[in-house]
């Protein structure tokens, strides 16, 4: 949480920045809100700066695996520079997340697999961890897919759960400090 705030402070002015190019490139709140679970299965509205156009009428937890039609041109560098996360130091500071530990997900998605989702919500849902590195492609990976649904929920989503579990059973503070040098390196340099 300290750190959050600090970094809260710290990143003010790409705060204000990233508020100011969704306000004047595209219409609508500049933040996108989704319930996610978390510690012990409990659900928690997860926070990221909006990067696609609103659309209305659709179910908020809709799956759109591989569909960047809706995403904007600003959104495209949001999410290629990971600044849409960050409003998720918010969630740090509440204290629904951590800074590193496994991806919070959909309830949809956390009904698949139930068994390995019960050992994974030991623990804090993070900013970052390793299978949002090694999957740093996924968008993409599921856009070139015949199936977006079935690609996910049969190559890559076990291979994230085993991810996320091998991070329940073995983190360490050392362990979080690599994990969050390696997704700097990846963002800055991939």
Known sequence: MVVSAVLLVILLPV???VIVLIMVFMTGPVLFRQKRIGLSGLPFVLLKFRSMLV????EQDAFHAGDTSRVTSIGKFL?????????Q????????????GPRPEVEKWTKVYPEKWAIVHKVKPGITDNASIQFRNEEEILK????????????ILPKKLDLYIDYVNNHSFLGDMKIIFKTIKVVLFK
């Open 15 to 17: 705060y204000l920045l």
């Open 55 to 58: 659309v209305t009428n659709t």
């Open 79 to 87: 999410r290629k520079t990971k600044l849409d996360e960050l409003p």
């Open 89 to 100: 130091l918010f969630n740090v500071l509440k204290g629904d997340m951590s800074i590193v």
């Open 144 to 155: 070139n897919s015949l199936n977006p649904e079935e690609t996910y929920k049969n190559e």
